[in-house]
């Protein structure tokens, strides 16, 4: 069955770091679009990241840059979220998912999606 398993969420101080993964089961990323999305309690889900697995240094929203990476290993077949300088705002559930079409990235924003990962809870203390 293909899907995408997401791990790395936690507990964080303002200011620490974290890593989520984003691992593809049963396909490959292999000319994919992979974006990321949170969604905060009382929230709508927001775009905040997005790369094509043929390239390139992804794109970033706004409230991200700076501090959020995104890259990809085609080698583990895993994208990552690498986030510095963390945020209470930045708590939220974050989850990513994959299109078929390597151009999807609207920017920062994945515009169509084949599968989604099971979600991550990160939360940022004060």
């Known amino acids: 069955e293909a899907q995408l398993v997401e791990s790395g969420g936690g507990l964080v101080q303002a200011g620490g770091s974290l890593r989520l993964s984003c691992a593809a089961s049963?396909?490959?990323?292999?000319?994919?679009?992979i974006g990321w999305f949170r969604q905060a309690p009382g929230k709508e889900r927001e775009g905040v990241s997005c790369?094509?697995?043929?390239?390139?240094?992804?794109y970033y929203a706004d409230s991200v840059k700076g501090r959020f990476t995104v890259s990809y290993d085609s080698a583990k077949n895993t994208v990552y979220l690498q986030m510095n300088s963390l945020k209470p705002e930045d708590t939220a559930v974050y989850y990513c998912?994959?299109?078929?079409?390597?151009?999807?990235?609207?920017?920062?924003?994945?515009?169509?999606?084949?599968?989604w990962g099971q979600g991550a809870q990160v939360t940022v203390s004060s």
């Open positions: 998912a994959a299109s078929r079409e390597y151009f999807a990235c609207s920017g920062y924003v994945l515009s169509r999606s084949d599968y």
């Open positions: 049963g396909f490959t990323f292999d000319d994919y679009a």
């Open positions: 790369i094509s697995s043929r390239g390139g240094s992804g």
